[in-house]
């Protein structure tokens, strides 16, 4: 069954350093997502990107945040100047056309900031 | 707004036990509703889904019932096992915007042997 893969699995970062996740998702998806789980809470949205452009985001996802799908099958989220609060584990899930279809999540990268 | 509340846990059960997490959601619309299952030092896998009122959504001996009239999705399992231990999430899925997924807290289930 095909699988949405993310590397690294583990990041280690200083502060104020830029970071970036990579994402290759389900090939025939067509909806991109990011989801962040700070340790021992819940999973909160970040982004949605659809038909090369962001489709909706929320308060997490400011200025410091950014996506790109820089070629056909990778899917990145950058960070420009981590913050010790970054420190989380970063969802990639992607999900195919039709509402009524769920999204299919990467394993995650634990994002560590120092 | 759209939200999700599943009840807290960590929830502690024998082997064998009956399981249930209650679920239960406020939306717009009619949206899917899913399971979703998090192993120790894992991703989010998908446990089941229901798209519409009254589906059952079923795998690996867990089930779920879409209750439109009392907005609820609880999981249940008849006989759990040690192998069950993890952290289950309530979700459903957006019908505007990008289609996001919005989740429930998350109850962790630690099973004995």
């Known amino acids: 069954e095909p699988e949405v893969t993310q590397t690294p699995s583990h990041q280690v970062t200083q502060m104020g350093q830029e970071v970036i996740l990579r994402c290759v998702p389900i090939s025939n998806h067509l909806y991109f997502y990011w989801y962040r789980q700070i340790l021992g809470q819940k999973v909160e949205f970040l982004v949605s990107?659809?038909?090369?452009?962001?489709?909706?985001k929320s308060e997490i996802f400011d200025d410091q945040f950014s996506v790109e799908r820089p070629d056909g099958s990778n899917f990145t989220l950058k960070i420009r100047s981590t913050k010790l609060e970054d420190s989380a584990m970063y969802f990639c899930a992607s999900r195919g056309e039709g509402s009524n279809q769920p999204q299919h999540f990467g394993d995650g990268t634990r994002l560590s900031i120092l | 707004g759209d939200s999700v509340t599943q009840m807290e846990g960590p929830v502690t059960l024998s082997e064998e036990a009956f399981l249930t997490i209650n679920c239960t959601y406020t939306a717009t619309g009619y949206p899917s509703l899913f399971w979703y299952v998090q192993y120790p030092g894992e991703g989010l896998q998908l446990l089941l889904k229901?798209?519409?009122?009254?589906d059952k959504g079923s795998n690996k001996g867990f089930e779920a019932t879409y209750r439109k009239e009392t907005t609820s999705f609880h999981l249940e399992k008849g006989s759990v096992q040690v192998s069950d231990s993890a952290v289950y999430f309530c979700?459903?899925?957006?019908?505007?915007?990008?289609?996001?997924?919005?989740f429930g807290a998350g109850t962790r289930l630690f099973v004995k042997a």
């Open positions: 229901a798209t519409k009122a009254d």
């Open positions: 979700a459903h899925a957006s019908n505007t915007g990008g289609f996001k997924t919005i």
């Open positions: 990107f659809y038909n090369n452009e962001i489709s909706e």
